[in-house]
């Protein structure tokens, strides 16, 4: 029976055939199941996937204390100007983000979540961190770190992957 996780004999790299190795396999899997998951509790919820991502990024955005604006939705989300004023305004009309004007420059639209997008949010999420947290508790604390310093290396490469393709520099 071929061995599927874990170290092949001789410390070599295991790799599926066609030569993709099968975390990459596992790691295409998990975000086909996580865009099910965001397609079916968003739909929901009548939000579309574009408007969940939108939230997320103004919540870590915030959680870090940025400023955010309709640019930065932009160019995160890779939308057009007209595709984001479209994305703001409805989210704006739903209740889950407001414009603001503040600071220095008040001519520059911030835009903040509510307190209605922060209980659609967690309604639509708990159920899918309740069950991951289930899932993690079957690890080590090593393994979880572990995990977690190859999770952050995909995202490093696949951010690369991307410009590369883009052609940014």
């Known amino acids: 029976m071929p061995q599927q996780h874990g170290s092949p004999p001789d410390g070599a790299a295991p790799s599926a055939p066609g030569g993709q190795h099968p ?3 596992l790691l295409q899997e998990f975000t086909l199941e996580a865009n099910r998951y965001v397609d079916s509790a968003g ?5 579309h996937r574009t408007d969940l991502n939108a939230l997320a990024a103004v919540m ?10 309709p640019g930065t939705l ?3 989300l890779n939308l057009s100007s007209p595709a984001t004023t479209a994305l703001v ?3 704006c009309g739903s209740g889950h983000l407001v414009r603001v004007r503040e600071g220095q420059d008040r001519r520059q639209v911030q835009l903040r979540m509510t307190d209605k997008a922060y209980r659609d949010g ?7 961190a309740r ?5 993690m508790a079957g690890f080590t604390a090593q393994e979880l770190e572990t995990a977690a310093r190859f999770m952050d290396a995909m995202i490093a490469a696949t951010v690369e992957a991307s410009q ?6």
Do not use: Q
Request: no cysteine.
């Open 74 to 76: 932009r160019k995160e």
């Open 122 to 128: 967690s309604a639509i999420f708990m159920p899918l």
């Open 131 to 135: 069950h991951m947290g289930r899932a």
């Open 43 to 47: 739909g929901r919820n009548d939000m």
């Open 60 to 69: 870590r955005h915030a959680a870090n204390g940025d400023v955010v604006t």
């Open 164 to 169: 590369e393709a883009s052609g940014a520099p």
């Open 23 to 25: 975390l990459v396999r």
């Open 89 to 91: 305004d409805r989210l």
